[in-house]
């Protein structure tokens, strides 16, 4: 694994636990020799995780729609910084550009994010290692929903099992590293035509 693209908040959110986890991954990154690849604000977590893995060394790429440069305030020391039209060609292109994903706390961009992530790989666009970086239990409920969900037979058990979880960032790195790809049906019961 090369490149980690991390999605998470451009608030601070309101515990320092947040930041703390941010600066983690971004060290960690950088002390593994990894890139990182986000959304290219200087703003919130995203600019702190930036800060800490440009401190330790690492390339970091920014991706940022040109309607949010001035909103999420660009990030002025990046490696590379990427402006594109849409949200979608974002996602697409950190995609591209990426080898796994870590998903920290965040709001609405973050869960958006990290859900399509989880869709793609669930329907085999790629075999990319998706994780939650489950800062002081934040992603608890989300987790609840996933097993909601899947014991709903909306979700294979499979799909919600290939979902990483960790609490440290050294911990979500080393789990994405031995991650293997899940093959199966994203369709709980084969589809029926009549």
Known sequence: MQRVCAFLGSNPGASPVYTQAAVELGREIGRRGMGLVYGGAGVGLMGRLADAALEAGA???GVMPVHLKRKEIAHPNLTELILVETMHERKALMAEMSD???SLPGGLGTLDETAEMLTWSQLAIHEKPCGL???DGFYNHLLKFFDHAADQAFIARAHRD?????ESAGELLDKLLCWTPVHCSKWVEAPTHS
Not at 162 to 166: D, F, G, P, R
């Open 59 to 61: 390339e970091v790429t």
């Open 162 to 166: 290939m979902i990483v979880i960790a």
């Open 133 to 135: 970086l489950n800062v």
């Open 100 to 102: 796994g994903f870590a």
